[in-house]
């Protein structure tokens, strides 16, 4: 994956990847059938890998509010490591892969949408009104537009911005005054 952010998916090809792997090509071929298994069976550790370390992150917050703090900071790291160009690359060359990978991204990001919006109205820090599905659903389809707006060009930092100040108003709508409290006072010690 490295190799296919660095020099993009269609100019790298299984010489390259032996040589970088310093084994002979015919080793590679025992691993993967083709670059297009190479590139599925990449994607897929990738994101199995980043899912996981999305979810023990955010399951070490007792806080939801602080939870959600995490989530973003590690889809800052993912969009600067990963940028939008592969998801390109990967709709274009690779469309199986490519469909895969957004259905299981579309069912993480609601499950955990889902289950911290739960933590925290149990904790009284999220309105108890909310509709939890409907919220969910409205919090994925703004993190994936801001991810994937091709308007805000190839630089993280402006979607990072942006992620940011939606995150911010995600937590103003959802908030009891409990949870409004306690975003001023993480506001307040970080300025």
């Given at each position: 994956m490295e190799l296919f952010q660095r020099f993009g998916i269609r100019a790298i090809n299984m010489d390259d990847v032996a040589r970088?792997?310093?084994?002979?090509?015919?080793?590679?071929?025992t691993f993967f059938s083709n670059k297009g298994d190479l590139v599925d069976q990449a994607a897929k550790y990738i994101f199995a890998s980043k899912s996981k370390q999305f979810m023990e992150q955010a399951s070490l917050y007792e806080n939801a509010i602080d939870e959600l703090f995490e989530v973003q900071r590690i889809q800052e790291e993912?969009?600067?490591?990963?940028?939008?160009?592969?998801?390109?690359?990967?709709?274009?060359?690779?469309?199986?892969?490519?469909?895969?990978?957004m259905n299981a991204r579309r069912d993480m990001m609601i499950e955990t949408s889902t289950a911290n919006?739960?933590?925290?109205?149990?904790?009284?820090?999220?309105?108890e009104d909310l509709n939890v599905e409907r919220t969910a659903l409205?919090?994925?389809?703004?993190?994936?537009?801001?991810?994937?707006?091709?308007?805000m060009g190839d630089d993280p930092a402006p979607r990072g911005e942006m992620l940011h100040y939606s995150l911010l108003l995600h937590i103003r709508s959802i908030a009891t005054a409990q949870g409004l409290a306690y975003l001023q006072e993480l506001q307040s010690s970080k300025s």
């Open positions: 970088e792997l310093a084994m002979s090509k015919k080793t590679l071929y993912v969009l600067k490591n990963y940028g939008t160009r592969l998801l390109f690359a990967l709709k274009k060359y690779h469309p199986e892969t490519y469909e895969w990978m919006l739960q933590r925290g109205i149990s904790q009284k820090l999220y309105r409205i919090r994925y389809n703004t993190m994936v537009g801001i991810m994937e707006d091709p308007q």
